[in-house]
Structures are given as structure tokens and as C-alpha cells.
């Protein structure tokens, strides 16, 4: 099994900055993507960024420009800097992670992000 843990959610103000990262732990597989999903209450989960083992990102339009996704040098961590917080990014936000070990896909607690004045 990979186990996920994610954290850097919060509270933050309407223009100001969080990190959120998300570890990844288990033997036996390999990682080939890793990203970001979100969820507001009332709506669908949505993609926010993904990123691949060989360095390819992508994003939402809602976010670009102001979220950067990345990896570290293992590819066992993501992160994810989010700039420019609007209210609108108010939601629970999901790592979520493609391996090569059964089930595949994988998804982390959540972690609530909220930005509001």
C-alpha cells in the first residue's frame, strides 16, 4: 500500500500564501504522477495540478499563474505553493497519486484550505 500524508492547510487571508505537501511512504512501487484536487462544499471535486515523474505539469485555468505544483528530488513528496489566494480556493484540498501498486490510485485525508478576510 502507499500512504499519503498531507498537510499546510489553513486559514489565510484574501492575497496571502500557503504550501501544502504531501509525503508518500510504502515499498514495492513506483510513483508516476502526483497532483492536487480540490473540493467546495456543494460542488465536485476538481482537478488542480498534476505533476509527472518525468517533470510535466498542468494546471487549471483558475490557478495558473498563481499555483505551482512540484516534487522532490525522490518524487516521494509533492508540493504544492499557492499564491494570490482568493476565496474562490476556499475548499478541501486531495493529494491524490498514481503508482504502480494496486489499487494505482491513491488518495490523501484532505486538507482544509480557507481564505477569507
Known amino acids: 500500500q502507499v500512504q499519503l500524508v498531507e498537510s499546510g492547510g489553513g486559514l489565510v487571508q484574501p492575497g496571502g500564501s500557503l504550501r501544502l505537501s504531501c509525503a508518500t511512504s510504502?515499498?514495492?512501487?513506483?510513483?508516476?504522477?502526483m497532483g492536487w484536487y480540490r473540493q467546495a462544499p456543494g460542488k465536485q471535486r476538481e482537478m488542480v495540478a498534476r505533476?509527472?515523474?518525468?517533470?510535466?505539469?498542468n494546471y487549471a485555468d483558475s490557478v495558473k499563474g498563481r499555483f505551482t505544483i512540484s516534487r522532490d528530488n525522490a518524487g516521494n513528496t509533492v508540493y504544492l505553493q499557492m499564491n494570490s489566494l482568493k476565496p474562490e480556493d476556499t475548499a478541501a484540498y486531495y493529494c491524490?497519486?498514481?503508482?504502480?501498486?494496486?489499487?494505482?490510485?491513491?488518495w490523501g485525508q484532505g486538507t482544509q484550505v480557507t481564505v477569507s478576510s
Open positions: 510504502g515499498t514495492g512501487f513506483s510513483i508516476y504522477i
Open positions: 505533476i509527472s515523474s518525468g517533470g510535466s505539469t
Open positions: 491524490n497519486v498514481y503508482a504502480t501498486l494496486a489499487p494505482y490510485e491513491y
